[in-house]
């Protein structure tokens, strides 16, 4: 069956502009979560979806990050008045939803604000 | 504090060698649950295994091994004759049941790099 798909792959900003990044989880899988991947470390948590709500946005950094998932299927990732310190791969994960659960992982949104 | 820490940042054997991934965690629920991804040079993070802290029978996979200590709070992960293809980055993951978030903590990573 289809995986977790990421789009765009790469993207390439100036610093100050908006970006939208953009998940389709795993069919049927109610959890969505975002994580930052910077170079030479492991990924980071962002914010957590179960369904619709977002269960735990306790991993954003400020308030120029905000996600949605208006119908508990895709999710999309906005950044704001974007910094080159926002420059990282943006991965997406999916699962049914439980903490033993597998989070199974897009390939990546590399952002590069310049 | 770091909640996994993979002390090993790179490693380099040579072809058919075995090589210890080392994983230590950190957590204060009694039901947890931890995990290994493999991430090739592709960047797509690969599922390879899952243990839930009330399972501490190591576990083989092939060329693939697993050893859970609760005692030392480890999780390492060892690959058998190693093959090229097995050079990647390989992370440790730690989810703990007690988090409405569920979210994974990860360690740094280890680069491994098998040598033809």
């Known amino acids: 069956g289809a995986g977790v798909s990421q789009t765009p792959s790469n993207k390439v900003t100036e610093k100050g502009k908006y970006v939208e990044l953009r998940c389709d989880p795993i069919?049927?899988?109610?959890?969505l979560y975002w994580y930052r991947q910077s170079l030479g470390q492991g990924p980071e948590f962002l914010i957590y979806?179960?369904?619709?709500?977002?269960?735990?946005d306790s991993g954003l950094p400020n308030d120029r990050f905000f996600a949605v998932r208006p119908e508990g299927s895709v999710s999309t990732l906005k950044i704001q008045r974007t910094e080159r310190g926002d420059s990282a791969v943006y991965l997406c994960?999916?699962?049914?939803?439980?903490?033993?659960?597998?989070?199974?992982f897009g390939p990546g949104t590399r952002l590069t604000v310049l | 504090a770091q909640k996994v820490t993979q002390a090993q940042t790179e490693i380099s054997v040579v072809e058919k060698e075995d090589v210890t991934l080392d994983c230590v965690y950190e957590?204060?629920?009694?039901?947890?649950?931890l995990f290994w991804y493999k991430q090739p040079p592709s960047g797509e993070l690969v599922f390879l295994i899952r243990?839930?802290?009330?399972?501490?029978q190591n576990e083989i996979s092939g060329r693939y091994s697993w050893n859970f200590q609760k005692s030392t709070s480890s999780f390492n992960f060892t690959i058998t004759a190693s093959q090229v293809v097995d050079s990647a980055v390989y992370f440790c993951?730690?989810?703990?049941?007690?988090?409405?978030?569920?979210?994974?903590?990860f360690g740094t990573g280890t680069s491994l790099t098998v040598i033809p």
């Open positions: 957590t204060r629920d009694t039901t947890y649950y």
């Open positions: 979806f179960q369904g619709t709500g977002a269960a735990d």
């Open positions: 069919s049927g899988h109610t959890a």
């Open positions: 994960a999916s699962s049914p939803g439980l903490a033993k659960d597998t989070q199974y």
């Open positions: 993951a730690l989810s703990e049941a007690g988090r409405t978030g569920n979210q994974f903590y």
């Open positions: 243990r839930n802290s009330f399972d501490e």
